[in-house]
Structures are given as C-alpha cells and as structure tokens.
C-alpha cells in the first residue's frame, strides 16, 4: 500500500515538476529581440540557388542573395542587383549592375559572378533543376564590370520573370566553397547556421546595400505534419505560418482571430492532365464531356472547404495582366456531358456503363497519396463519373510512382498541380505546345502552337496577353487540361509582426525591410 | 557467454546483408526514378538518362548490387543523390536524435508498464485495476500521431506548459551541463523531449502492463509467493522482490520487440514535433528515391535493433539465473 501511495506521490511530483518548468518553456516560446520563427513543412536541401529544389530552399535563398531582378508580391519584375534594363530587339537584354552590392564576405557582385551563375546552370553536368527556364539563353557575357548582356536564341519574352535566380559568388564556387550547405550571397540575411532537419538560422546583413533589415534574426523552423505546424504556431512556437496548411486548420485559426491573416490567390493550380493518346480520350468531344462531369463547385467548397478559388481556364486571376474573366473551360452540366458522348457514339449498355464498337468507356484517374485532399477528389470524381455512365477506375501510389506513370504518357487522367506559375509562358509552353518537354499528354493543335510562340515573341504585355487569351480559349474546347482549382495561399502572423506582405510565393523579402 | 555474444554478433553480418540485398531490390523494383526527382518534371528525357547514367543507374541490377556491396565491404555507404553528403554523415548527424528519444519512449513505456500492471495485479477488481486497464485499452487504441496532435494540443497549446515542436539540447551534454550548475538546460531539454517521448511510449507502456498484469497475477498465486508470506514477509518485498522479478522475464522479451515500433514509430513522432531525427530523414528519402540514403537508414536502423535485441537476451541471465547462455 505504501509503494502504491509513493507512487502516487511520483506523478504528483512529476506534475510539480512539469509546472515549474513553465517558465522556462514560456520563456522559449518568446522569441528573442528581432527574432521572427517561420514554420516550414520540409527541410532544405541545398542553400545553392541554382541547385535549389523545395520551398524552404527557395525562400531561405531568395534572403541571402540577390538577383538581377526579385518579383514583387504581384509577380511584377522589380530593380535588384540590376538597376535597369533594356530590350533593344527581341532577342537582346543588357542590364545594369549596381555597384554597390557586396557579398557577405565583402567582395563586390560583378557582372563576371552573373555570368558565372547563369554559365554553370545552364551546364548540364550541375543537374541543376530549373536549367530548361534557360536554355533559351544563346550566350551571357559581361561587356563590362557592371553591365550584362544576355543574347537569345529566339525571342523569350518570359525570361525576365525568372531572372530572380540568385547570384553565386564566382570567387567562393571556384575556391572550393560549396554553396549548398555553406551559402553565400549578398542578399538582406547572411546564412548563420543549419541544424539538419530542424532549422535553418539567417541574422541581418549590416552591410546590405539596401539597409540592414529590421528583424535581426530570421529562423526557418522545420515542422513536416500541418497541423502539428499550426498547433506550434497556436502555442507561441512560431511566429509565421503559410500554405501547405490543412483546411480545416485554416478555417479554425482564421476564425479564432488571434494572429493576423491573409488569403491570397496563389500562382499555383490544381488540374487535370488529360492523356490525349489514351484509348478513349483522343476525341475531344469526350475530353469536354469527362469535364462537364466534374462537379467543381463541390470539390472546392466541400473537399477544400473553400481554401482554393475554381478555376475558370488556363489563365490565372494572380497574373492579372494575362487574365480573361471571358475565357470559360465548359461547367459542371451532366446533362450535357451525356448528349456530347451521344454525339461522340457513347451510348449507355444494358449495366448503365457508356459503350461504342464493344468496347466500354473505361477511365483511370490517378493521384498521388500524399496529398489526402487528391485522394479525396479523385474518389469524389469516380463516384459522380460512375453515376453517368462512365466506367471509372482511381489509381492512387506515392509521387514518384504516379508522376513517373504520368511523365511516361501511361495514365489516362491525373490531377496533380503547378506551382511557381510566375507567367502564363509557365503552364502553358512547355506542357501544351506540341513540341513543349512537359507535354505528357501528347497534346498537338497547330493553333494552339502559334498562339504560344507568338505569347513567348511579343514584346508587349497586351500583345503577349492577347496570345495567351488566344491559346486558352482554344484548349478550353480542346480540354487537354482540365484546371479544377486556383490554389489559394494563406499567411497567418503573429499581431506583433509589422511591415509584412503576404507573397504568393510564400517569399519574405518583406521582412528584410529596413 | 563471451563466445555467445561473439556468434551473436557474427550473425549480424548474414542479417544485414540480407537486409541490404531486400532494400536494395525494393528500392529498383518499384516505379520511381531519382533522376527524375532530381530534375524535377520540367527536365527533358535527355538530361534523366544523363544523369542516370552518371549515378550508375542505367547499369544491370546484379552490377549495381555488386558495386554497392563493394563499397559496403570498405564501410562506405555513398553519397545521397539530393543531400551532396554522404549518406554517413548524414545518418551521423540524425541518429543521436533517434536514439534519444526512442531511449526515453522505451523508459517511459517500461517504467510506466510495469507500475500500472502491478498496481493493477496487486488491486485485481478494484478501481486501480479498472482504470489501469482502460489506460491500457485505450492507449493501445490510440495511434501514435493523434495521440501526438492531442498531447501538444493540451500542454503547448492550451496549458502552455512544454514547447511545442523541436529539440533542446543533446540530452548527454544537457546532463553534463546540469552537473555543471546549468540544471535550466538540463529542464529544457526534457521539455522538449517530454512530449514526443510519450507519443511514442504511452502505447507500448499499455501492452506491457497488460502483459505484466497476466504475470504478476499468475506469480501472485504461485506457492512460492505464499511461502514468503507465510513466513511473514512484507508485501512490499513480496511483490516486488519475489513476483515482479519472475514475472519480468517476458516482458523483457517484449521491450526489446518494442525497440523495433519505437523506431518506426518515430517516423511518424518526429515529423508531428519537428524532431530532427532518422525518421524524418527516412521518410524524405523514400518519397524521393534517395536509393543509397533509404538503404544507409534501413540499415542503420537493422543494425540498431538487433544490437538491442542482443542486449535482451544478455539480460535474461542477469534476470533469472536459471538462464544460461551458450
């Protein structure tokens, strides 16, 4: 009995213990002076820009260096390293250096280190991830220490958007230094340190030539389960949270109202990669009839409990100098979807299921298992498919094996989703025209082609707007892609946090503010 | 016993090759390729051969398993495909992390176990015993990343009593500094590392109370226990002395199983706390086809568990004597 009470006395104590430990947990819980913790899903990688691969790695480097030209949070290109540019002809940029950017061990950024940057991306032994952005580029060179000149091989009017590629010091890569886990920049914040799989620590660069920065300290803090992230975020741990975050804890923590919010439309989509060799998908008529299937509005609102925005087309509302509210991909409208079928020669057999020439009109969807809101949407998608006639499988494995069936051309649908959608040129280039390297879908209209050249071509925004326009009202009849969603992007900050923009990149050059 | 310990130890080597030669045909049979992942989906067909080719992955299976055991043989576990480290380093870097807190789960769930399934063998049908039981139902009922969500949904988001995510510092070196007259480091560490720990353990301590429930009331009725009270021990040293100690043996067994769930279940422990441990790693490295850093932390955690297996079974002697190993 006595043992049985001294135990008792053993969690009465323990729960002492844990109670005067408050003050010491409450104290971490605060950040320290000019300490701003963000919360991140996964760790990086590598802190090289040109070998930067996941969304830590990107905004922890978009800190630490500069580039030529950063984006601001509307994705308009603004003065970074270059002070100006100039488009002589279509095929020539030559941009100006400021001279007073250093990097942080104190050596000027020169145009021999732009160069350098964009020589060894574009070499095909670096393995660096977004090469195929450049491969327009012909030749780069310094025509002198603070002016670049970039030669293409064809017009390439998107490049200026993906000029925010960080700039890596030629003299620290050539010594030997490796930037990816020791970087090296001249952006607001010098890399401080790296604790794998748990943080990565940035402090204010005194020396930046745009002013040292007003948070001393930056700390990417790495918690991989959303809503464990956002219950850290709830208890003090963090001070700034964004996308991925579940819908559920989005909705609860925006109404709770304790922390500052913002919703964004993000520069990402959720959408159907429709297979337009697979047995019955060739036939546009069934592609725009698989469409009129899909019940967007419920998928949006239920699934994703309003999170995201239902996509219209291929244009996106966030790019607004590209977006055509007019452009329509068909809507939800099984009425419809039956007599297009009808006029395709699907006619309902005996067991309900669409049938021509013998043959039933079978569809495999697929996804992947990591993103349990898919899941949900395929399974969702199947069911309401089944209901009118048409035979529909689901197909879920992890992401490599589904995006690897999928880059292969062995799917019939698959919904998946772009990210980093900085210009139109990003959707729709390289995975729907005819010769583009993402087209998995096998997709080929000579118009659609044209209008993509010439959105890559022209010179000025309305003309590049008037292509793509073109180009999605076309593919929004043809249905190669069917976009189910404009991925929204939520930010959710701590009151005390000042002079933050929410970025729909989820970028924090805003906090580097002086 | 020396030599038992040596042929225990000289099985290992067949164990994790084979181990090694499973994760190695896993990891090439099912779909994904690295390459690809590496590139990302903007990459062209050209560029993916390339760089398969210069990872040796465009060579016949039976020559990349040849190759890899080569470098096994010299201790060399190679180079993760997306990290730029060796797989060492980083599995160096991540392992203390593990470790620790799979060591505090296993002592959580050990200690825990054995006081809630005596409590409730020595009070069979009272209260104690009902609610001992119900612990025990309910927290093998409960899967280990809710009862994480829970645990930091109570003590850092409502009491605000321990921090929610991360790692203090290394638990060693947070003792030392405790001796030092650094007890708040010490304290903090544990704060980080209380949550996670009983995430992990709260279930196993569940089985192993049911499991000592059974044996301790089985020992409670033997003659043996009747003779020491007859002749007027304790029922303090009766318990503990004489039923807990024989009823101790296969929960021993059952502990060191145990270390196998624990360390998978810190896969699942150390992405809901920001721990930085193997499990994340491993995780990370499956879903990108990081082939030789999956087989490095396959291996390492193998190696672990049957080290600690090993570890079991030296113990039964010191246990129960009858115990002789040879």
């Known amino acids: ?514 | 016993m020396l030599a038992y310990t040596a042929r225990r130890i000289a099985l290992l080597v067949p164990l994790l090759v084979g181990i090694a030669v499973l994760v190695f045909l896993l990891m090439h049979l099912i779909p994904g390729d690295p390459a690809r992942v590496l590139l990302g989906d903007d990459a062209t067909k050209e560029a993916v051969d390339r760089l398969r080719a210069s990872l040796g992955l465009d060579r016949p299976l039976p020559v990349q398993l040849w190759l890899y055991f080569q470098r096994l043989a010299a201790f060399d576990l190679g180079r993760s495909i997306f990290q730029s480290q060796s797989v060492a380093s980083l599995i160096l870097a991540r392992l203390p992390a593990t470790l620790e807190i799979a060591f505090m789960a296993l002592l959580i769930s050990a200690l825990l176990g054995i006081a809630l399934g005596v409590a409730a063998a020595v009070k069979q049908g009272s209260p104690v015993d009902v609610f001992c039981m119900m612990f025990a139902q309910a927290g093998v009922s409960m899967p280990v990343f809710w009862l994480g969500i829970l645990l930091m949904y109570v003590f850092a988001v409502e009491l605000h009593w321990l921090p929610a995510i991360g790692r203090g510092e290394p638990l060693p070196s947070a003792i030392g500094a405790a001796f030092s007259g650094r007890p708040e480091v010490l304290l903090k560490s544990l704060s980080h590392l209380v949550m996670p720990a009983l995430a992990l353990g709260l279930s196993n301590a569940a089985v192993i109370s049911r499991l000592v429930r059974a044996a301790m009331l089985e020992m409670l009725s033997s003659d043996f226990v009747r003779t020491a009270r007859a002749k007027g021990m304790g029922e303090g040293v009766v318990v503990f002395r004489h039923a807990l100690r024989n009823a101790l043996l296969p929960v021993v067994t059952v502990i060191g199983w145990q270390c196998g769930v624990l360390l998978s279940g810190s896969v699942l422990t150390e992405g809901i706390f920001g721990w930085p441990g193997l499990g994340q790693l491993a995780v990370n490295a499956i879903a990108q086809r990081d082939i030789p850093l999956v087989q490095g932390v396959i291996l390492t955690f193998a190696f672990v568990f049957a080290l600690v297996n090993l570890t079991v079974d030296l113990l039964y002697s010191a246990i129960d004597p009858r115990v002789r190993l040879g």
Not at chain 1, 129 to 153: N, W
Not at chain 1, 234 to 243: K, N, R, T, V
């Open chain 1, 1 to 514: 009995m006595s043992k049985m009470g001294g135990f008792g006395l053993g969690v009465v104590a323990l729960v002492a213990l844990l109670g005067t430990s408050a003050p010491v947990t409450s104290a971490w819980a605060q950040p320290a002076k000019g300490l701003i913790r963000i919360g991140t899903d996964v760790d990086s990688q590598s802190l090289d820009p040109r070998l930067m691969r996941e969304t830590t790695g990107f905004r922890a480097i978009n800190l630490i260096y500069s580039a030529l030209i950063q984006l601001d949070d509307k994705v308009s290109p603004r003065p970074d390293l270059a002070t100006k540019w100039e488009n002589p002809d279509p095929k020539t940029w030559i941009f100006t250096l400021r001279r007073d950017a250093r990097f942080h061990d104190g050596r000027p950024v020169t145009a021999a280190d732009v160069v350098f940057t964009y020589t060894t991306i574009l070499d095909p032994a670096l393995n660096a991830r977004f090469r195929t952005l450049y491969t327009p580029i012909d030749k780069i060179e310094a025509v002198d220490e603070g002016t670049v000149r970039i030669s293409l091989k064809e017009p390439y009017a998107p490049l200026l958007s993906y000029l925010d590629l960080g700039i890596v010091p030629k003299h620290a890569v050539e010594g030997g230094r490796d930037l990816n886990v020791n970087p090296l920049g001249s952006g607001p914040y010098k890399f401080a340190k790296w604790k794998r799989g748990s943080r990565i620590s940035l402090e204010a660069n005194a020396d930046y030539f745009g002013g040292k920065p007003k948070y001393d300290k930056l700390d990417f803090v790495v918690v991989p389960d959303n809503t464990a992230r956002a219950q850290a975020f709830e208890a003090g741990d963090l001070d700034l949270i964004q996308s991925p975050l579940s819908p559920r804890d989005i909705k609860r923590l925006a109404a709770a109202g304790k922390a500052a919010y913002a919703k964004l439309p993000g520069i990402a989509v959720t959408y159907l990669n429709i297979n337009t060799k697979s047995e019955n998908l060739g036939d546009p008529r069934v592609r725009k009839a698989l469409a009129m299937l899909i019940d967007q509005k419920t998928i949006v609102d239920q699934i994703y409990e309003g999170t995201d925005q239902a996509a219209t087309s291929l244009l996106l509302p966030s790019l607004a100098w590209s977006y055509a509210a007019d452009v329509k991909q068909p809507a939800f409208d099984p009425a419809k979807a039956k007599a297009l079928l009808a006029e395709a020669g699907w006619k309902p057999g005996p067991d309900g299921i669409m049938g021509k020439d013998g043959k039933k009109l079978s569809i495999t969807i697929g996804t992947h298992s990591e993103d349990p809101n898919r899941v949900q949407t395929v399974e969702f998608i199947q069911n309401v498919l089944k209901q009118n006639g048409v035979d529909a499988k689901v197909a879920i494995s992890d992401w490599p094996s589904f995006s690897g069936g999928v880059q292969n051309g062995r799917h019939d649908v698959g919904l998946m989703g772009w990210v980093a959608l900085v210009d139109p040129d990003r959707l729709m280039y390289g995975q729907l025209h005819s010769a583009g390297g993402l087209n998995w879908g096998k997709y080929s209209n000579a118009k659609v082609d044209a209008a993509l050249t010439a959105g890559r071509a022209a010179a000025s925004l309305p003309a590049r707007a008037a292509a793509y326009k073109q180009a999605a009202a076309e593919l929004a009849e043809e249905m190669p892609y069917y976009v189910l969603s404009y991925q929204g992007f939520h930010v959710f900050t701590d009151k005390a946090l000042t002079g933050f923009v929410p970025d729909p990149r989820g970028y924090l050059r805003s906090l580097a503010a002086k």
